[in-house]
């Protein structure tokens, strides 16, 4: 899924910046294609897959929420901290009790770690 999202977003970006370099761009074409954001949301993408099995699911997607919020637009650090926090807490959940998937939990001290702090959310 992440592949597919990746190469979505690689076909998005070609065909904007193309717009957006063509002699008819209009000034809003312009300011809506950031270049720039674009190449850093594909490569915060490609390193959240990977992360996931090194670090585990839960670190790896606090760590992408963190990351993906100021690409965004969004500035507050408190507002930025607690989105993720709450949306990594979220997704646990749901994954982990609800839909009962097993989710990476990352290699040597990252397991420990995941495995306590789904101790503490009452998951494990």
Do not use: K
């Given at each position: 899924?992440?592949?597919?999202?990746?190469?979505?977003?690689?076909?998005?970006?070609?065909v904007r910046w193309r717009?957006?370099?063509?002699?008819?761009?209009?000034?809003?074409?312009l300011e809506q294609c950031d270049l720039v954001k674009l190449i850093l949301g594909i490569l915060s993408v490609t390193t959240y897959g990977a992360a996931?099995?090194?670090i585990g699911f839960a670190l790896s997607t606090f760590l992408f929420?963190?990351?993906w919020f100021p690409l965004g637009g969004i500035r507050n650090i408190l507002t930025i901290m607690v989105n993720s926090a709450l949306g990594?807490?979220?997704?646990l959940y749901l994954f982990l009790k609800v839909a009962y998937l097993p989710l990476p939990r990352g290699i040597g001290a990252f397991?420990?770690?995941?495995?306590?702090f789904y101790r503490?959310?009452?998951i494990y």
């Open positions: 899924m992440l592949i597919g999202l990746i190469g979505l977003g690689a076909l998005w970006g070609v717009v957006v370099s063509s002699e008819d761009a209009t000034t809003s074409d996931i099995t090194l929420l963190l990351c990594t807490c979220i997704l397991d420990s770690l995941t495995v306590g503490i959310l009452g």
